[in-house]
């Protein structure tokens, strides 16, 4: 059994060349996502993707079709991500017109999980499916101080939702997102079990800057992971 690896909200080629050293296989770019502190410009992204051995997925969070589609011609990226509430109609038309990846984020609350449809949660990835969403990223929403904050909180939310997908829709690519690190990788992937895991502030040493001996520890305890379930 092998489980894939995006280390996501890469800020600087030097991350981006000691990340791929490590032996992820994706790097993830916050493009123009003027909400994190993690974003970078289209220039900062073209430094990124040149330099970088790994396929990139950009981030974007509601932008205009047309700018993705323009950052999409510019980047050659293998895969864009929509970290937003797109909807299935913005999904249907960027479908139509990209050849690269189509990533979806989905924002699962880390509170009152036991509010949370699952049911429904299920209905809509199957949607996303079914419109040609090539790999889907379950992540954490965390309220703080009447604020929603979704993608790099840090916190975990209820992995046994993620189990349930996954039991329901084996058909779906999912990478389990939210709180991960070199500590409860392990955990996660043997309780999950999702294709792959997606994380940024995991492995930081500060935001935005990742730190090698957490990227490295990350690795290696995937990789003594997978050895053992052989």
């Not at 791929?20 to 493009?31: F, I, T």
């Not at 929403?141 to 939702?161: H, I, M, N, P």
């Amino acid at each position: 059994m092998s489980f894939l690896t995006k280390i996501c909200g890469i800020t600087n080629v030097d991350d981006a060349r000691m990340v791929s050293k490590a032996g992820a296989d994706y790097l993830g770019v916050l493009l123009n996502v003027g909400r994190s502190p993690r974003s970078v410009d289209q220039a900062t992204a073209q430094e990124i993707v040149n330099a970088s051995n790994l396929p990139v997925i950009i981030l974007t969070f509601n932008h205009d079709p047309d700018q993705v589609m323009a950052d999409i011609k510019a980047l050659q990226p293998a895969g864009v991500q929509l970290a937003g509430s797109e909807d299935e109609d913005y999904i249907i038309q960027l479908r139509k017109k990209i050849t690269c990846e189509l990533w979806k984020s989905i924002h699962v609350s880390t509170a009152d999980t036991a509010r949370i449809n699952s049911d429904a949660l299920i209905k809509t990835i199957q949607s996303y499916h079914q419109l040609g969403v090539d790999k889907i990223i379950l992540d954490s929403a965390v309220r703080r101080e009447g604020k929603v904050y979704q993608g790099g909180t840090g916190q975990c939310f209820d992995w046994s939702l993620a189990t349930t997908v996954i039991e329901q829709l084996p058909e779906v690519c999912l990478f389990l997102a939210g709180g991960i690190n070199p500590d409860n990788i392990s955990e996660a992937l043997l309780q999950v079990s999702p294709d792959g895991i997606d994380l940024s502030s995991g492995v930081e040493e500060v935001v935005g800057r990742k730190n090698p001996e957490l990227v490295n520890l990350l690795m290696t305890n995937i990789k003594n992971l997978e050895a053992s379930l052989q």
